[in-house]
């Protein structure tokens, strides 16, 4: 399984980063080869990726979490934020299918949509906490993943998921049932890699 990387930002940045703050984060530099007043050339800062997990996958070591897009972030900030950050070198966008009923992964399909920039990001999701009240839409069958998987997929306005994640262990559901929902969609190319969240050390390595 991928295991999405756990970076802090630059010393003297705070850890959650919203609307205006991120805009100002990402907006300091100037065009490249622009000179300051004393004549000094700005250089274009690099960022150095890392593999996602034992993946080939080439990933930003900030990941841009999408939780709040939807509520209390508006929809005009939650993009601006995704633009910024892309332009940054941030190439890691996260969400879920729970977060704000699904309006955050509508909102990062849009912006990525908007953007032109879905081939350069490895969007990462997650499923199996409730999303309604019935019990139904929940859990790590087969039954709901397929169904989730679609719908995410809908939301996010993409042919597949980069990293599909269990957002959290399901005792109702044998491992084995997931895991073979799981490689099914990767099979079928609707998701690249599987991963899990929220799960501690002897789950993920029973």
């Given at each position: 399984?991928?295991?999405?990387?756990?970076?802090q930002l630059?010393q003297?940045?705070?850890?959650?980063?919203t609307?205006a703050?991120?805009?100002?984060?990402?907006s300091?530099?100037?065009a490249?080869g622009?000179?300051n007043?004393?004549?000094?050339?700005?250089?274009?800062?690099?960022?150095?990726?890392?593999?996602?997990g034992?993946?080939?996958?080439?990933?930003?070591?900030?990941?841009?979490?999408?939780?709040?897009?939807?509520?209390?972030?508006?929809?005009?900030?939650?993009v601006?934020?995704?633009d910024?950050?892309?332009?940054?070198?941030?190439?890691?966008?996260?969400?879920a299918?729970?977060?704000n009923?699904?309006?955050?992964?509508?909102?990062?399909?849009?912006?990525?949509?908007?953007?032109?920039?879905?081939?350069q990001?490895?969007?990462a999701?997650?499923?199996?906490l409730?999303?309604?009240?019935?019990?139904?839409?929940?859990?790590a069958?087969?039954?709901?993943?397929?169904h989730a998987?679609?719908?995410?997929l809908?939301?996010?306005?993409?042919?597949?998921?980069?990293?599909?994640?269990?957002?959290r262990?399901?005792d109702?559901?044998?491992?084995e049932?997931?895991?073979?929902?799981?490689?099914?969609?990767?099979?079928?190319?609707?998701?690249?890699y599987?991963?899990?969240?929220?799960?501690?050390?002897?789950?993920?390595?029973?």
């Amino acid at each position: 399984m991928a295991t999405p990387c756990r970076a802090q930002l630059p010393q003297g940045v705070a850890s959650t980063l919203t609307g205006a703050k991120m805009e100002r984060f990402f907006s300091w530099r100037p065009a490249y080869g622009a000179t300051n007043p004393a004549g000094t050339q700005h250089k274009e800062p690099s960022v150095t990726y890392r593999n996602l997990g034992r993946t080939g996958v080439q990933v930003s070591p900030i990941c841009l979490g999408a939780m709040n897009f939807g509520g209390p972030t508006s929809d005009e900030d939650s993009v601006r934020i995704v633009d910024a950050a892309v332009d940054g070198g941030i190439n890691f966008v996260g969400t879920a299918n729970v977060y704000n009923a699904g309006e955050s992964e509508r909102i990062v399909g849009q912006a990525l949509k908007q953007n032109g920039r879905r081939d350069q990001v490895v969007l990462a999701t997650k499923f199996g906490l409730p999303m309604d009240d019935t019990g139904t839409l929940r859990g790590a069958s087969r039954r709901y993943i397929m169904h989730a998987v679609d719908a995410s997929l809908k939301r996010l306005r993409t042919d597949w998921i980069d990293l599909y994640q269990l957002h959290r262990s399901d005792d109702r559901t044998p491992i084995e049932e997931t895991l073979r929902a799981l490689d099914e969609l990767v099979r079928h190319g609707k998701v690249r890699y599987i991963g899990c969240s929220n799960l501690s050390v002897e789950q993920v390595i029973a």
